[in-house]
């Protein structure tokens, strides 16, 4: 009798580095804003998600550079995500202006963390449909508004009012239906242009008028950073609706046309 092979230990799959530094370091921003706007510093809170953000997009760039995109790579990035997009900017506008909806009364109060909840829940559920389109999906276009793109939209209009002094008090309301309004649209089927197009290569060129644009765009960042940036973001939130309105009525008149 032949004698039996020895059987293998099971072989255990690393991880590559690199990208999922950027990955843990954007969580970590996510997780600093909740700690921030707990201790009552909403400017460092909305500064934190949009470091959340430029980590977020440097992560999947780093891996396609370096040939290191694994499955556990884009499972632990949508984790990461629906912490400092999806519950830091949710938590951040709770307890910057959401909370203070309670000294209306206690119906007001349950609206508050209402709020709060739609658009993090959103958040998640734009995270799970957006995990089962990968390789589907057009990739120019984001079916709903990414969330890293709705958290900048909450934390610039957050830092904006923090920096000239006002209290979040004074937006219960306005914070509310904006959280509830960016929160839909992320699990909308609106359309929205995901800049992926774009050349960025080393061997791709683009006008000479793009470069005056960016360095004006940077000048116009320096001059006042959260009002730059929540315009920015607000007419992004906007081109959604607009571009496939557009596009649904053009469609149509061109069926009419064709008809007739």
């Known amino acids: 009798m032949s004698e039996p092979l020895p059987v293998r230990p099971p ?26 706007s707990i201790g009552g510093r909403y400017t460092e809170a909305a500064v934190a ?16 550079m370096t040939g290191t995109q694994t499955e556990f790579g884009v499972q632990y990035d949508s984790l990461s995500d629906l912490v400092s997009f999806g519950l830091a900017p949710a938590l951040v506008m709770y307890t910057w202006s959401l909370s203070t909806l309670r000294d209306f009364g206690p119906l007001w109060g349950k609206l508050g963390w209402a709020a709060a909840f ?28 990414a969330s890293p793109a709705a958290a900048a939209v909450c934390m610039s209009f957050v830092w904006s009012v923090d920096k000239f002094g006002l209290a979040g008090s004074d937006f219960c309301f306005v914070t509310a239906v904006l959280a509830v309004v960016v929160g839909l649209l992320m699990v909308s089927r609106f359309r929205y242009f995901s800049f992926k197009s774009l050349p960025m290569g080393d061997r791709q060129r683009v006008p000479f008028v793009w470069m005056v644009m ?30 496939t309105i557009w596009g649904l009525a053009t469609h149509r008149r061109r069926v009419r046309r064709g008809a007739t």
């Open 11 to 36: 072989r255990h799959r690393g991880i590559y580095l690199l990208p999922n530094l950027f990955t843990t370091g954007a969580m970590f921003a996510g997780f600093y804003a909740i700690i921030a």
């Open 49 to 64: 998600v949009f470091i959340a953000a430029l980590l977020d997009g440097m992560d999947g760039r780093v891996a396609r």
């Open 118 to 145: 739609i658009y993090a829940a959103c958040a998640a559920l734009r995270l799970a449909r957006f995990n089962t389109q990968v390789g589907v999906a057009d990739k120019r276009y984001f079916q709903g508004l």
């Open 214 to 243: 960016a360095v004006l765009l940077l000048a116009l960042l320096i001059l006042d950073t959260p009002r730059v940036l929540f315009a920015g973001f607000t007419v992004y939130l906007l081109s959604g609706p607009v571009w």
